[in-house]
């Protein structure tokens, strides 16, 4: 069962903000909201993560609502660099549980 | 760089061939991970080591046989493929089990299987 949902595509100019959204309505207490990237034909790259507080590093910023349900990425400036496909995953930090990688979105950051 | 290195980046081979992928992390993990993805796929899980233990084989055909002589090395060796194992073959390492959540990933190798 797919624990988010995110639009499969998005386009953003370059030099702008993107926001890319996830839902997570069944989310549990304990399980951490992660974000990686895959550029094209590259291994997946760790982005940001967040528990319950907004998050920002030097890539982007997390932003989850206060009932958790939902969360949204953001690529402050964004560059043609950071066109790629975008996975929101959900689940708890420690255990063996598989990392699954759904569909994501496809950002296009355009000239 | 990742930390997470991958040998060959490219490579084509027959259905006949055998031919060895190689994965070398330099960031002391101790798990580490083989993924497949196929176009317009998501990544699927293949195999898992932790210590040099298999723990995970996602069932995988036999001809696909990994091998991990210590934490920081992972081979995936091929023999007799089908043109649809043609793929991006993946190598990621985490810490350990516990944390596999945050998977640090190599840049893969293209396979193609003519």
């Known amino acids: 069962d797919a624990k988010t949902t995110q639009p499969p595509s998005m386009d953003c100019a370059e030099g702008r903000a993107a926001n890319l959204p996830c839902n997570h309505s069944t989310i549990s207490g304990n399980e951490y909201v992660y974000w990686y990237r895959q550029i094209h034909s590259q291994g997946p790259q760790y982005i940001i993560h967040?528990?319950?507080n907004n998050e920002t590093n030097e890539m982007a910023s997390l932003i989850i609502t206060e009932d958790r349900k939902s969360s949204t990425l953001i690529l402050p400036h964004a560059t043609l660099r950071d066109t790629a496909v975008y996975y929101c995953?959900?689940?708890?930090?420690?255990?063996?549980?598989?990392?699954?990688f759904g569909k994501g979105t496809k950002l296009t950051v355009n000239p | 760089e990742t930390g997470v290195t991958q040998t060959p980046r490219h490579l084509v081979m027959g259905m006949t061939n055998k031919k060895s992928l190689k994965c070398e992390q330099h960031l002391g993990h101790n798990a580490m991970y083989w993924y497949k993805q196929s176009a317009k796929k998501p990544l699927e899980l293949m195999f898992v080591y932790n210590f040099k233990e298999q723990t995970e084989n996602n069932s995988v055909p036999s001809r696909f046989s990994p091998e991990c002589p210590n934490s920081s090395h992972l081979f995936l060796h091929l023999h007799t493929l089908q043109p649809e194992d043609s793929a991006l073959y993946l190598c990621?390492?985490?810490?350990?089990?516990?944390?596999?959540?945050?998977?640090?990933f190599g840049p893969g190798t293209r396979l193609t299987v003519t």
């Open positions: 995953i959900v689940r708890d930090q420690g255990g063996s549980e598989k990392l699954v």
């Open positions: 990621a390492s985490s810490q350990d089990l516990g944390w596999s959540i945050q998977q640090y």
């Open positions: 967040g528990l319950k």
